[in-house]
C-alpha cells in the first residue's frame, strides 16, 4: 500500500473527524505532525489534541474532555484565528461550547475554506 501524502493524510482527517472517527482522525493527522516542524507542527497537535478530547466525550470521559481540550486550546490560541484554510476561532468556540454543556452540544465540524 501507497503511503499518504501529507495533503491527503491531512484531507483524510478532516473527513474522518468530521464524521465523528476522531481516533482515525488523529492517527492521520499524526502522519502529518511528524513530517513538519514550526507552526504547522502546533497546528497538527493541536487538531490530533482537539481528536483526542473527542474521542474521551464518546466514552463519557469528561475529564478526559477537559484535560485534552486545555492541552489543545493552548496549541490553538497560539495560531492565526484560520490557518491552512481552517477556522481555528470557530473550532476552537465550539470546543468550549461542547466543554460548557457536554451532553446538549453537538460535535464540532471543520470546514476548510479557500
Keep these: 500500500m501507497d503511503r499518504l501524502t501529507t495533503e491527503e493524510a491531512f484531507q483524510s482527517g478532516l473527513r474522518l473527524f468530521n464524521e ?6 488523529h492517527e492521520q493527522w499524526e502522519i502529518c505532525w511528524r513530517a513538519v516542524q514550526g507552526m504547522d507542527a ?3 497537535q493541536a487538531l ?5 478530547a473527542l ?5 463519557g470521559n469528561l475529564r478526559g474532555l477537559q484535560l485534552n481540550w486545555a492541552k489543545a486550546r ?3 490560541v497560539r495560531l492565526p484565528p484560520v490557518y491552512r484554510g481552517i477556522d481555528l476561532a470557530t473550532l476552537a468556540a465550539t470546543m468550549d461550547h ?5 451532553g ?4 464540532p465540524v471543520i470546514h476548510r475554506g479557500a
Excluded at 20 to 25: D, L, Q
Design 74 to 76: 493552548r496549541r490553538l
Design 55 to 59: 474521542v474521551k466525550w464518546q466514552q
Design 104 to 107: 446538549g452540544a453537538s460535535a
Design 42 to 44: 502546533e497546528f497538527y
Design 98 to 102: 461542547l466543554l460548557a454543556d457536554p
Design 20 to 25: 465523528g472517527e476522531y481516533w482515525h482522525a
Design 48 to 52: 490530533i489534541q482537539t481528536a483526542a
